[in-house]
């Protein structure tokens, strides 16, 4: 799984790097957590909490056909990024993250990347905003 920036298409770049440095520049200090990731990478992401033998709690992604997955659709690149502002976030074991969803500072980051016109994160039936560190590109890739 990759953070590299040139793992993002050329076409959602512009964007995405215009929402790091909005954050930088209004001092919302942000970590990224993935940008782009192979098939295989998203298949063994999404095995977790339903095929290895976790609790469902555990579940990392809910989808097959992420907007990471640098496919030969999107050019081998990925169209999403994931970040966390760096100041909320704590470490839980070798490799998880955890933060309070509660925290303003996601709205202040959402509010950044929708005003971009990044799509951000996912809002479930229930009308409940998940995933709420995942910003994507929803343009066009002609």
Do not use: N
Not at 45 to 61: F, H, N, S, W
């Amino acid at each position: 799984m990759s953070r590299l920036l040139q793992d993002i298409h050329p076409k959602a770049r512009p964007q995405i790097c215009e929402l790091l440095a909005t954050c930088a520049e209004q001092s919302i200090p942000v970590m990224i957590i993935f940008t782009g990731r192979t098939i295989e990478e998203q298949i063994g992401l999404y095995a977790i909490g339903r095929t290895d033998g976790q609790p469902k709690e555990k579940q990392v992604t809910w989808t097959l056909d992420s907007k990471h997955v640098m496919s030969a659709k999107q050019e081998f690149k990925s169209l999403a990024i994931d970040v966390c502002p760096f100041d909320i976030f704590s470490l839980h074991g070798p490799d998880k993250l955890q933060w309070d969803e509660k925290d303003p500072a996601w709205q202040k980051l959402g509010a950044i990347g929708e005003k971009i016109g990044l799509k951000w994160g996912v809002v479930d039936g229930s009308g409940r905003r998940k995933d709420l560190g995942h910003f994507e590109y929803t343009g066009e890739l002609k």
